[in-house]
């Protein structure tokens, strides 16, 4: 028997792959997504289950990156209302503080701008009389505390979503399924993969290595060689306790070294994230260091005197995932988040890898990829648009 042919196979199974096996089905591709262990496993299970602007990206002056993302926001809470929900967010600011209310009331003043002035983005001033209302805030200090709005959502939930939403299209899904490799051939690449113990060949226009932490493993497997950028993996670390803070939300700036962290209510505990330390093991071996988790309890005990009694024997729960930063000096912090598609070849491109990424802008990514690739693709007819597809919970 001959391999099946597709114009797409797409290698991972988080937001960024189901969002080109999303768009590609949509316009009307025949597309093969490879997961190795399930859908949302990795990184797109572990984030702080946000669906955000991005605030702190404008003190590197992403703006691009901050304005796309509101965007995206404000789609899928139209998209997905019972998945993304707007959520009140309280940022208290503190004499010890690093930021001054100037500049919050400045940064925020940018949010809302770089929005559209969406009503959605606005901020307000929490008048001192209220601040007794914060559950267990510490009011010792406090200098000003700002309220403004992004969303919130169930991060692995939302990836199913947009896997069903491609399979619906006509995408289909091999998982598990892990990927052995890929040769190039005049009409396209020959992948190589393995499921249930056997192994498979298909034949693909077009390759896309959506594999997160794990894209330049997966570069290593495709003959010729392929080029790859460097790159800095970061481990991020959320935490869970016993204990209830109202419905509030919460972003305070580490006391330690001014890391922006978010306390959050999930199901009746509290969730504590996120930290940023290099990663240099495999991708598969990733877990949360005793280091962040104290940390993490740290930052909320300073915050929540309440909570100052907590020690990681109290934990819940506590999990890593890894954000992929392009290699550079200095504190990942700092690092540019802008999603990097990297082409094969600079013209004519059979593969194309994507490095980075954010759970709130997968559809924007995935439609900028389509764009490279169409002129790669033959005429197809359009089934679905991404900007009008609705998703539901599983």
Not at 105 to 111: E, P
Request: contains cysteine.
């Amino acid at each position: 028997m001959s391999p099946a042919n597709y114009d797409l196979v797409v290698v991972g199974g988080g937001i960024n792959g189901v969002g080109v096996a999303q768009a590609a089905a949509a316009g009307g591709y025949s597309v093969l997504l490879l997961e190795k262990q399930a859908i949302a496993a990795g990184t797109s299970g572990k984030s702080s289950k946000l669906i955000h602007g991005g605030l702190r990206y404008l003190e590197s002056y992403e703006l691009g990156l901050v304005a796309e993302s509101l965007r995206e926001r404000a789609l899928l809470l139209k998209l997905a209302p019972e998945l993304v929900q707007l959520q009140n967010f309280y940022l208290p600011l503190y004499e010890s503080t690093r930021r001054g209310p100037t500049l919050i009331r400045a940064g925020l003043s940018l949010y809302y701008l770089l929005s559209g002035l969406n009503p959605d983005a606005r901020f307000a001033t929490v008048g001192r009389g209220r601040w007794d209302e914060l559950h267990g805030l510490r009011t010792e200090g406090l200098r000003a505390v700002f309220r403004y709005t992004d969303a919130r959502t169930d991060d692995a939930q939302l990836t199913r979503a947009v896997m069903r939403s491609a399979i619906d299209l006509g995408a289909e899904l091999a998982c598990p399924a892990q990927f052995t490799g890929a040769q190039l051939t005049p009409a396209g690449y020959e992948v190589s993969y393995q499921t249930n113990g056997r192994e498979y060949a298909v034949r693909s226009r077009m390759l896309i290595n959506a594999a997160g932490p794990w894209v330049n493993h997966v570069n290593q497997l495709i003959q010729p060689a392929v080029s790859q950028i460097p790159i800095e993996l970061v481990q991020g670390t959320h935490i869970e306790v016993p204990g209830q803070l109202g419905q509030e939300f919460y972003y305070v700036e580490s006391p330690r070294d001014g890391r922006a962290v978010f306390v959050m209510p999930r199901e009746g505990r509290l969730m504590i994230g996120t930290t940023e330390t290099r990663y240099r093991a495999h991708p598969d071996k990733v877990h949360a260091l005793a280091a962040e988790e104290t940390y993490l309890l740290n930052v909320l005990g300073h915050y929540f005197p309440a909570f100052s009694h907590l020690r990681r024997s109290d934990l819940l729960d506590s999990w890593a995932g890894l954000r992929v930063l392009p290699a550079g000096e200095g504190h990942a912090f700092h690092r540019s988040r802008e999603t990097i598609l990297h082409r094969d070849q600079p013209n004519k491109p059979r593969l194309i890898s994507i490095y980075g990424g954010k759970l709130t802008s997968y559809r924007a990514t995935a439609a900028k990829l389509m764009e490279q690739i169409k002129p790669r693709l033959p005429a197809r007819q359009q089934r679905g648009d991404t900007r009008r597809l609705p998703l539901h919970p599983d």
